[in-house]
């Protein structure tokens, strides 16, 4: 596998990809349709639409009420009303006569103004007393209560343009102008292809060391989202280069462009690239100044655009969002700024960039009072689910060093629209923490999870309003409060949460044998640690400590002993799968993960698992909602549910203010 | 057509609404379908979906390149490489086999990682000197370049909840746990029926005084904005209560919900409200307390909500948005707030409340910084063009009698999501200023209509950046400048526009017979004015009171012998369409209407159309050259396709500055 790997030639900034594919194929839509209005929805407006009447058609009143010349009732007053003989009463659709000074017409709401009335009083101010007169108690403006003619839509005002991607608004234009029906772009059709020998479709078996197809779902969703596009899934392609052209060959018959997943690099093994490679004009683009993103490709195959996307799915949603999107609504004949839906935010902490690079930084986006804050969420590429629990993202410039904190922004929104929640909890992923948030304050809870130290990290820099976290010292094994004082937090209170069991995770066989490392040592098992800077460490370090003490060594000598002391692994999780998957034998973690994977278990110490919350946070109705159900009896119920979980003494109060 | 009018009893808080309907019926999803995860895109889960695996599944490396014991190459550098042993080489979808100290595997980008390694060395730091020696030019830190098990999506972890409508960030994470189905509500059917003797199908010939049904289609369009809602259209019901109640008896088997459009206040023509008084329990609640959207029916027949919605369409939109739609996404199961996507903005100007009401303001956003400004635009609720181009609405509280300027207001978004334009244009409508801008900064710009006064005092309050005005003052005879003075406007220039011809507008019979007041009086025609406060106005008394000199008589004297000269209606092309529809045989305005409405024309004098501008907006590029474009010889060929209008010496250069 030493293979030859080509250098990417000149990256592109993904707003040159526009140009560069036009120097190879004109992106236009393949055809014009006809489609009544209702369903022209999303759809793309092939012309301009001017409006082909007035709108309203003629005067008519807003009211029921006298149709009046207002000079006639310029005087009226409550108690001096103007008496008028009412010579006519006309509905809607119906002729209107013509009166004199001194008449009026009664009318009904949307019934046209009789000349020469420039005013409607309506029906409560007005006492008809005889059949055919009225008096009138109130004066009115000219103009009042009536809608004139063409007052909303003048007859040949632009109503939209061609390219207008068409909203129900525009609809509501249309049909009050007359118009049925309007000229569409015909859809976009596109082909998805997946690539990658290790990919399998989600709904069967997973075999070992492969992972479901996330990019053939994640694209075909972001297709459906615009109703200028469709979309035909060809499955999941054998790796062989002559199967993927076979199947390329015949998708580009059927549709407009085609988006092959993986492969991308330069690699004798990148099939995507390598196919591509044996087209003309083909490559037209490789590589892309993205970070997540950059081995994209995009290339021309005869009048069709074919994309090669990142297999990554971080990588492959920022290519299509950046990329490919662009290049599709161009083909659908839309007016589109390259990005999407934006919003302008504060930067809460400093941001680095890549040079040469534009970087993709995730944020989670906040509002106080009427500014939106932008908090960088730090993930790999390969990690959708933290990507898509954000809101959004930016993208530092290709020369950028630093963007410094409190820069204004522009964030892209990863949904159409941005959606504040009432509470954001940045912080360690706990099943118990996100069952009480979600019990408590149902969908008006944003969860990201980064571990406990970016929670509090988030907390420090006013990114979310509650942290979770079970952070151990190791000088005073005290949980949580010496981090909260270390960094430096302020306005934050601590509010004791609960406890989990710790100890040993091993396979089930390996049950009544590993109470301590030197068990681990004496029948030679295969250790996985946790990452050094976790509170499992520390206990793990702890642990470790006394035991050499009781054996009359030094700690280190005894780690030296244990098969993988130095494998540093960074979640109760990651941990057990390595044991369950036969990876490795014993580990250290919760209880209810080893017991979740199956795995056995012997206790050893307690973690604490606190809420960190903000003062200002603190003073809602929703936090102190969670606060009051820590301390109730319906928690201690449902922590039963929770195996090696416990409530603490101090539950639910608050046991640290800074 | 004096009717016995029934009282509103109690009107009802909008946000009432869900909990007095519950009383009848339970809101809920009507049936389960099972769908695949691309096709389950805005249609609501039916089900809390807990992860069915970890995401990875396994530890695997996220570059190609060499998996080691990272304390094995602690002390490797560019000059001083670490020599390792590679024992193995695997690729995506292999077994990992396990290495010893001092040993490594070449791994590929995507392949589990080996035991005992926790960590990856990129290939570009590594040289392979012999096939089984890498010698490593850098140390990595334990993790680094792993993604480890579960470390995305840990099995059991909550993805999304039961009433969740579904994006496909939500599809990405069902397809990277490997669900290909999920389950979601049926549909929320729903059917349109409209009323009203006026109202016309669009995509026919409007009979006089008849009006294009908008609401059909508005409603239509709103709810296919949603995929978790379908619709029949019933089309428009004759105006009689027997055929309303047949139609309404048929459809009531198809659809969980009807929408049946005006007729909803409780007069003998009120159809809708008679209808619905028939069923039981029918009507419960008639009034909500929203203006507009006061005339709303709530009825439950049977185990089906029944809307009676206003007709005019703003009222229909608010009623829809405020009081159906919320139950009809309870009826599809989802949660969702009651007023749909909002952003917080600063108020520019004052409003007022209407006590015991909700009054719906809409609002234009502008951007300045990272703060969003909302402007008020006042409008009609028959005026839904004007409604719809506005950006949201705010609502105020029933107890309000003013929100202060500077106020923090909830903006509910009238589009899915908000869209700032770089250019905001308030002012008058005039067909050549809307070509201008939309030629020079395509769809940047952003066009309401409110009139020339309403612009300058949209710019005042920095609502604006750019205001159309054909101001007349009546002391100095000048164009827009004295206004711009007298209202105090600061930083803003004004732009001189265009000149536009403006004489008297008649019947195409009268050509040759009308050009003067005295001919009107003479011939006995009538005469429709324009409203005081108008440029036209202005010059049209300047005209009467030059006339009534030369024939010696007082200018009101001459007023009074002409017929509707007390008339007062607000556009050109209200004037117009009264004349060519035969409502009146004469007016005064420009050029272009006339022959656009196919009238006659007399000039008497010239009109003059200036942009005023701020000073910050004439600092950007959009507008300098929107500016540059009028000073072009390309606009002296534009303005030649409008009649009537011609290039001012001025046009194009600043000619006042504030």
């Known amino acids: 596998m030493v293979m030859s790997r080509k250098v990417f030639h000149r990256l592109v900034d993904y707003r040159e990809v526009l140009d560069i594919v036009e120097r190879y194929v004109r992106l236009s839509p393949k055809g014009i349709e006809e489609v009544p209005i209702e369903d022209a929805i999303g759809r793309v407006l092939a012309e301009d639409v001017y409006a082909p009447s007035d709108v309203p058609p003629f005067d008519r009143s807003l009211v029921d009420g006298y149709a009046v010349c207002a000079l006639d009732v310029a005087r009226a007053q409550e108690d001096r009303p103007v008496p008028l003989r009412v010579i006519a009463r006309i509905g809607v659709a119906s002729q209107p006569p013509t009166f004199s000074r001194g008449e009026c017409v009664e ?111 994640l694209l075909a969703s972001l297709l459906t989202s615009r109703r200028c596009f469709t979309y035909v899934l060809k499955g999941i392609v054998p790796d062989e280069v002559s199967k993927l052209k076979a199947v390329l060959d015949e998708v580009l018959d059927e549709v407009d462009a085609v988006l092959i997943i993986a492969g991308t690099s330069a690699g004798v093994d990148d099939i995507t690239y390598r196919v591509l490679s044996q087209y003309e004009p083909g490559i037209v683009a490789h590589g892309v100044k993205l970070r997540p993103g950059k081995p994209t490709i995009v290339a021309v195959v005869g009048d069709k655009v074919v994309f090669g996307l990142p297999g990554f799915p971080v990588s492959c949603y920022i290519a299509y969002r950046l990329v490919v999107e662009p290049v599709l609504m161009k083909l659908a004949g839309a007016r589109f700024s390259s990005e999407g839906p934006t919003v302008r935010a504060r930067l809460l902490t400093e941001v680095r960039g890549i040079i040469g690079f534009r970087r993709v930084v995730p944020v989670v986006v906040s509002r106080r009072g009427n500014e939106l804050l932008a908090y960088p969420i730090p993930i790999k590429s390969s990690s959708i689910a933290h990507f898509l629990s954000c809101d959004g993202f930016i993208l530092t410039e290709p020369s950028t060093e630093v963007i410094k904190r409190g820069t204004l922004v522009d964030v892209i929104l990863i949904n159409q629209q941005l959606s504040i929640s009432d509470v954001l909890y940045i912080g360690s992923h706990c099943p118990l923490a996100e069952r009480i948030l979600r019990k408590v304050l149902g969908p ?121 002391f130095h494998v540093e692994f960074t979640t109760h999780e990651a941990v057990a799968i390595a044991i369950a998957q036969g990876r490795a034998d014993v580990g250290f973690g919760i209880r209810y993960v080893a017991e979740k994977y199956g795995l056995g278990f012997k206790y050893v110490a307690d973690e604490v698992f606190d809420l960190v919350i903000s003062r200002s946070a603190m003073s809602e109705k929703y936090i102190r909602n969670v606060v009051e159900f820590m301390g109730s009896s319906a928690f201690k119920e449902l922590i039963r549910e929770y195996s090696g979980y416990k409530v603490h003494r101090d539950t639910g109060t608050v046991i640290f203010e800074a």
């Open 107 to 217: 009318v009904a709401t949307g019934a046209p103004i009789p000349y020469p009335a420039d005013a409607v009083v309506p029906v409560e101010y007005c006492d008809e007393v005889s059949n055919d007169t009225v008096f009138i108690r109130r004066r009115v403006a000219p103009g009042e209560n009536i809608d004139f003619a063409a007052s909303d839509v003048v007859r040949g005002q632009l109503l939209a343009e061609r390219g207008t991607v068409i909203t129900p608004a525009h609809v509501a234009l249309f049909a009050a102008t007359g118009i049925r029906k309007v000229k569409v772009f015909q859809r976009v059709r596109v082909a998805i292809i997946a690539t990658g020998r290790e990919i399998r479709p989600p709904g069967t078996e997973l075999e070992s060391w492969c992972i479901y197809d996330v990019d053939t779902y």
């Open 444 to 564: 008006n809870v944003k969860l990201i999870y980064v571990g406990s130290l970016g929670g509090l990290r988030a907390l420090l820099h006013g990114g979310c309003d509650v942290a979770g976290s079970h952070l151990l010292d190791p000088e005073t094994m005290e949980f949580n409060v010496p981090y909260v004082r270390r960094l430096g937090l302020r306005d934050v209170v601590v509010v004791r949460g609960y406890v989990r069991e710790q100890g040993f995770i091993f396979r089930r066989d390996l049950a009544g044998k590993v109470s301590s490392f030197r068990d681990i040592v004496d029948l030679g098992l295969r250790f996985v640690n946790r990452n050094r800077g976790s509170g499992t460490r520390v206990l793990i370090e702890e642990i470790l400590r006394k035991e050499a003490e009781e054996l009359g060594m030094e700690p280190k000598e005894l780690a030296s002993r244990i098969k993988g």
